[in-house]
């Protein structure tokens, strides 16, 4: 009995136990254990799955570049559809009917970007106003829907590939702005980023620095701030887990995407505005704090005690890209993709703000570990117009951008 419960422990609990990679449920534990989840969802053990980071390639699209009549730029957040091999790169220009995403293919090898399309957000009858949704993060999910959290109002919405509003996900009330600004989410730093694990099964989704409830904002100065990580349900639209995240000084966690089903093992970037972090996190023995309308205890706000940093999420620094003097930006956008070799890789996006002096600047990433999400290879070459001298094909009807022009 011990020894299950040592297992489950390593395993993170949650009615989870070992047994060995191939094996089936039962199986003895072994050194390197792998856990099996009650619904035979089997996931590696606790702790880092990535085991190494390359530097591919960095690319640019240029400021000021017009598709369809509206600009590219300001882009938040990017995800993979493996079910049509395009990325789909969002906007977070809130003008009146402008909400908008952009779908595209990238070569992960050549840096190549070819945009197809641009779409507008709206309602079955009508556009999004401002106010309606401020959008910050974008996921796909299969067979064909975009999941988008927005940072104010709070709330996550499910769009068609068209852009047309579909549902929305129920985020717990303690996330809703009060009217004097001391409860909720901070302004612009409500739900950046979105999620959706590689079976479906869970949507995930996070602050970008803490609740007014739950403590300070990042600072330059060390200070910390404890965001919130949510699991939601994506059949009954509803949260069901949470867990505290802690950023790093004068960072906010922009955007994360889920490696693996068991909420074992995330990817993550912290941005301070211009400089960025690659992180990786799980929730093995992080405090489950749902519905918890702070997370200082008793619902007294005191921030001289913060929450216990060993009962929020374990995360690692996998890149400072100052240190190793990789460009960067404001990074706000990650996606898995797939180089051609067949390694898994990683795209980040830059944020240029609409700043007319910088463009949106893209890095890939080759990945080493253990896996569970798979893609597919972009198609990278896809015709269309040349922009800035040369190196696209004909007749594709999108604008082709190459790295070397």
Do not use: H
Request: aromatic share 10%; net charge negative; proline share 4%.
């Amino acid at each position: 009995q011990q020894q299950q419960q040592q297992q489950q422990q390593q395993c993170g609990g949650k009615g989870s136990f070992c047994g060995k990679a191939g094996k089936g449920k039962g199986s003895p534990p072994s050194l390197d254990p792998v856990c099996f989840e009650e619904d035979g969802t089997i996931c590696m053990g606790c702790g880092n799955v990535i085991t190494g980071v390359q530097f591919l390639q960095e690319f640019s699209i240029p400021a000021g570049t017009m598709f369809n009549g509206q600009e590219f730029g300001g882009i938040s957040a990017v995800t993979f559809d493996e079910d049509r091999e395009i990325f789909y790169l969002l906007s977070d220009d809130t003008t009146d009917g402008q909400q908008r995403f952009f779908q595209a293919t990238i070569d992960p090898l050549s840096g190549d970007v070819n945009i197809l399309g641009v779409k507008n957000f709206r309602r079955r009858r009508g556009t999004l106003a401002t106010g309606d949704i401020k959008p910050a993060g974008i996921t796909y999910r299969s067979p064909g829907t975009l999941l988008v959290s927005s940072t104010q109002p709070v709330g996550i919405f499910e769009f068609d590939l068209e852009g047309t509003l579909l549902n929305y996900f129920n985020v717990p009330d303690y996330y809703m702005t009060n009217s004097d600004s001391s409860f909720g989410a901070r302004e612009n730093l409500g739900l950046s980023s979105v999620s959706v694990s590689p079976s479906g099964d869970a949507v995930w989704s996070s602050t970008q620095q803490a609740l007014y409830q739950d403590g300070p904002s990042s600072s330059l100065t060390g200070q910390q701030s404890p965001a919130r990580i949510v699991k939601l349900d994506p059949v009954t639209k509803q949260a069901v887990e949470e867990y505290v995240y802690y950023t790093n000084p004068g960072f906010g966690l922009t955007e994360f995407v889920a490696v693996d089903d068991c909420g074992q093992s995330f990817l993550a970037l912290e941005s301070s505005g211009d400089a960025c972090l690659l992180t990786e996190f799980n929730t093995c023995f992080a405090t489950d704090v749902f519905n918890q309308e702070t997370i200082l205890g008793n619902n007294q706000i005191s921030f001289s005690e913060p929450f216990p940093l060993d009962q929020a999420v374990q995360k690692t620094i996998l890149v400072d890209f100052q240190a190793l003097q990789l460009p960067q930006g404001n990074c706000e956008g990650i996606s898995f993709s797939q180089t051609g070799s067949g390694a898994a890789s990683v795209l980040i996006a830059s944020n240029n703000g609409f700043d007319n002096r910088e463009g949106t600047q893209m890095l890939f990433l080759s990945m080493s570990g253990t896996f569970q999400r798979v893609t597919v290879t972009p198609r990278g070459g896809v015709g269309g117009v040349d922009v800035g001298g040369g190196g696209g094909g004909g007749g594709g009807g999108g604008q082709y951008y190459n790295r070397k022009n």
